[in-house]
């Protein structure tokens, strides 16, 4: 599976469907992805540079939003992200878009971080791992 890196855009060549990439600013704890970046796509790719590897931000709902840290949990690769889970080019994993392993080797699901609602706002706490 290759992948493409464009300017805010992520394209996965084998199914040429484009993720939207969005970049904070700063280092802050807390991630704030305003809401519009969910029109086109419900999964958006938040790309810290403070941190090894990205966010995926996953639109579960209108009030509810799921926050993946995009790090196999079974020997620390990056993960790949799509419309429909994440998937390990090193060893085959993949994942659910709940971050719920559904092919080993991987045993441990991935890590989630705690999101909150606000206005026209969607908060990702870095220091809060549910």
Not at 96 to 114: F, I, M, R
Request: hydrophobic share 40%; net charge neutral; charged share 25%.
């Amino acid at each position: 599976m290759a992948m493409a890196l464009g300017s805010g855009v992520m394209t996965f060549l084998e199914s040429c469907a484009p993720l939207p990439v969005f970049r904070p600013d700063g280092e802050a704890a807390v991630l704030k992805v305003p809401k519009e970046k969910f029109l086109k796509s419900p999964v958006v790719v938040v790309r810290v540079n403070w941190m090894p590897y990205d966010v995926l931000l996953v639109k579960k709902s209108e009030s509810e939003y799921k926050a993946i840290y995009m790090r196999c949990s079974h020997e620390d690769q990056i993960l790949v992200p799509s419309k429909n889970g994440l998937f390990c080019t090193a060893h085959g994993s993949t994942f659910d878009l709940d971050g719920n392993v559904t092919k080993e080797p991987a045993l441990k699901n991935l890590t989630l971080y705690e999101v909150q609602l606000q206005n026209d706002w969607i908060e990702v706490n870095l220091k809060k791992v549910i």
